[in-house]
Structure formats: structure tokens, C-alpha cells
């Protein structure tokens, strides 16, 4: 079966940035996008959790898009834009999608 080359970008950003980052990435172009919540986790502040929270002001949620290569810096500029002033990781892997119509 025939795959096709694609970028797998993860950012990981406080809960209530959400909305301002999807609509970045939106402006840029990008089609389509997964958010999915983060239970959990540790890095430079130490450990946190979810766990007890009742609002979503603490946490924090992984937005994950595949894109073709020759979007990525429209991505990332937009991404940088939202997650420079703001807790937030991203990162950027190679991929293969089978339909690369659909991104």
C-alpha cells in the first residue's frame, strides 16, 4: 500500500488557550485537528494533576494535527504566536498517511 509523507504536530497548551489556538490554526489553513485532554504530567514545574480540578483553568490539553510538509511553517508560526506567551510544548514528528488527499 502506498503511504505519502506528512508532519505529526503535537502542542501541548494550558486548557483555557484552547479556543485561541484553534483559531490560529484555523486562520493559517490547517483543515483539522485532535483535542484531547491531558491528565496529568511533569516538566520544568514539577508534577501535576487534574485530579480534583473542577474548572479547567489548571489544565491542560494536547492539540495534535498531521499536515503536509509544506504547511508545517504556516503551522508553527501560528502555534508560536498563541504558545509563546503562554505554557505550552511543541513538538514535530516525521509520519506516513495512507490518504494523503485528507490532509
Known sequence: MET???KRVEITIEAVME??????LL?????GFTIL?????????????REGQVTR?????SVICIIRPDRLDSLLEAAFSVVDRHIGVV???DCEVLRAERF
Open 27 to 31: 486562520d493559517a489553513g490547517v483543515t
Open 57 to 61: 483553568a489548571g489544565g491542560m490539553v
Open 19 to 24: 479556543n485561541r489556538l484553534t483559531k490560529a
Open 91 to 93: 513538538s514535530v514528528v
Open 37 to 49: 485532554p491531558v491528565l496529568g504530567g511533569s516538566g520544568r514545574s514539577g508534577h501535576w494533576s
Open 4 to 6: 505519502h509523507q506528512a
